[in-house]
């Protein structure tokens, strides 16, 4: 893909396919997620299907074939989170390279601003420079490192904490009758 105003859009279920086979090819690699089991279509229109409270996007190239993905999930069940999202960012090998993942991840961060997240996170293997690279130039920033977090493979990998407040839609949650007693 060599589109520098790559086409982005909310997911298809006839996207499903495509998909999977990007999350798959980065399963595969071992580079960006603790995720050893292939996905199959069924699971991507699970979240498809749940991608009016999560949003998720596609890059699509010149004839409508996604080429990567971005999508947020949810961080932690309790209500105190409902606002934080946990995001992915997968691209096809060959579009790789080209600025595609910084228009996604930029567009998810429009998409999350628009359904009310405050703040959005991400955990990223320390060796994956790329990954880091894509968050910091989306403005992310890295706020510390977990040490031996999982296991891939039988070897335990660190990965870095990055994280980006959407500060507009940071709000008060304390309720008026608290304030009055303050």
């Known amino acids: ?32 997620t603790f995720e050893t089991e292939p996905r199959d279509v069924r699971d991507i229109t699970e979240r498809i299907a749940a991608s009016d409270r999560y949003p998720l996007l596609v890059a699509v190239d010149e004839l409508d074939a996604p080429v990567g993905w971005a999508g947020l999930s949810g961080y932690r069940p309790r209500d105190c989170y409902a606002g934080i999202g946990e ?21 998810l961060v429009d998409a999350a601003r628009a359904h009310g997240y405050w703040k959005l996170l991400s955990r990223v293997f320390t060796f994956n420079t790329a990954s880091r690279a894509l968050c910091r130039a989306s403005g992310f920033r890295e706020v510390g490192i977990y040490e031996k977090h999982g296991q891939l493979d039988g070897q335990w ?26």
Request: proline residues 5%.
């Open 1 to 32: 893909m060599t589109d520098m105003n790559p086409t982005i859009r909310a997911a298809r279920l006839e996207d499903a396919p495509a998909i999977a086979a990007i999350y798959n090819e980065g399963i595969a690699e071992r580079r960006a």
């Open 157 to 182: 990998l660190d990965v870095v904490i990055v994280e980006r407040l959407i500060p507009e839609n940071l709000v008060s949650s304390i309720p008026a009758t608290a304030e009055a007693a303050a």
């Open 87 to 107: 995001v992915s960012v997968y691209l096809a090998s060959d579009a790789r390279g080209q600025g595609l993942g910084r228009v996604l991840l930029d567009s």
